[in-house]
């Protein structure tokens, strides 16, 4: 079955940064669309930034472009969420999905936790 797992959150200081890392298994990786979307306390899921299969195209959202960057290996089936400049708006669990950015984000990892103090 499909599964991804999310590593490299953690806390840091404002105007730092953070490489996210989601390893990925069950599905035909390079051909697949895939979606970074985070969640704030109280908050509902929101779109960052997605890449389509084989990296042809990303997207970003007005929030973060400029700042994030996403890649992917497809020999190691791995999303990647580069981060920098980071503010504290962008303190959130961090998780992949398996789509695009305008799916139901539905089938994503446990999250990582990604904190950033002022």
């Known amino acids: ?54 990296g042809i195209t990303t997207e970003y959202s007005n929030s973060v472009k400029g700042r994030f960057t996403v890649s992917r290996a497809n020999d190691a089936k791995t999303v990647y969420l580069q981060m920098n400049s980071l503010k504290p708006e962008d303190t959130a669990v961090y998780y992949c999905t398996k789509g695009s950015s305008t799916g139901d984000y539905s089938i994503r990892g446990q999250g990582t936790q990604v904190t950033v103090s002022s």
């Open 1 to 54: 079955q499909v599964q991804l797992v999310e590593s490299g959150g953690g806390l840091v200081q404002a105007g730092g940064s953070l490489t996210l890392s989601c390893v990925t298994s069950g599905f035909i990786f390079s051909a697949a669309t895939m979606t970074w979307v985070r969640q704030a306390p109280g908050k509902g899921l929101e779109w960052v930034s997605s890449i389509s299969g084989y």
